[in-house]
């Protein structure tokens, strides 16, 4: 048996591209939503309060049998105060060899994360967004900000990218940072009046986005707020809305968007994308983003994949 191989950031970024990774994450995304043990087994996360510092621990295991990928995510999340320069998000991933159990690598799962929830919420907006969308708002300008702003970029051909975040000097450097058009804004409402597509990625625990500033028939991809007394969206936006979830029993269990206002979920993405669900494009959409271990299976076999091609 070979040595396992660490394979980090850098090389993790080098490695992982949304042209490979969207499709392998819709047929993922399909594969969860059929239900089937021997195409996914992934338990809802479980979770380890680090009460001290203020954070979590959550573990995320995934087999995919036919496939012949087994992984585990260990990711570590913080409640942090504003403007603080320590990332939110920290993570690994181990890639597992399911005949033996030998650990065949470990891998960065900051980039990962980053960029397979970027790659998720654009799967959610080609699905649900309204044709001939034109404006895109992010409400965050953290690491998550600046990988949904490269894949939306790429993927999408918005007239106007919008941003903000409630520190200034957020913004400022999120604009030096991106490379590309984007306008800075100096409050949520300015951000979403008339956009079509709106990301919220911020590290809030209360309602930052409200019903009455958004246009209706506008697709939100909300990525923040995984803790089920957490909220980034308010009651009326998420009551309204259609609601779209990455997984009904992780969103039963973490978010306090879906949990405490009450709204009904509608379908896992993984149902439209079998067929068995409805794209509600002219409604309010709303896609709950928690994230999934399945998510970071097939990114870190891609990796690993193109690891092994290189080498
Ligand atoms: N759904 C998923 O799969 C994933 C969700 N997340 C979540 O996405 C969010 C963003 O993550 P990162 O970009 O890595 O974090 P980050 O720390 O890099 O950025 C967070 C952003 O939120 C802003 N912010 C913090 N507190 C705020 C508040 N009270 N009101 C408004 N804005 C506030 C910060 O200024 C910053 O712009 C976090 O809530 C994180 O837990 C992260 C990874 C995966
Ligand atoms: O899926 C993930 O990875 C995460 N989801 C929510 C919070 C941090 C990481």
Redesign the pocket.
Known sequence: MDPPVVIWEQEVRSLLHYRDLIPSLEVALGKFSSRDSAEVIQPVRSTIPLQKHSGFMGLMPTYMERDGILTTKF?C?YK?????A????QASVVLLDPENGNLKAVMDGEVI??T??AA?SAISAKLLMRPGAEVLAI?????????HYTVFTEMFSFKEVRVW???RE?VER?IQSVGGPVKGCASVEEAVRGADVIVT??????P?LYSQWITPGAHVAA????RPD?R?LDDVLMKDAIVYV?SREGAMTESGDIILSGAEVFAELGDVINGSKAAHRERTTVFK????GV?DAVSAQLVFDQWKDKK
Not at 86 to 89: G, K, N, S
Not at 201 to 206: C, I, K
């Open positions: 990711v999340f942090r105060q504003e403007g603080s320590l990332p939110a998000v994360t980053a397979r929830t998720v409400l965050g300008t953290g690491k998550q900000a600046q990988s975040s409630r520190m957020g999120f990625v911020t590290g809030s625990t209360e930052v990525v923040g707020a995984c957490w980034e990455d983003s928690l994230g999934m998510e």
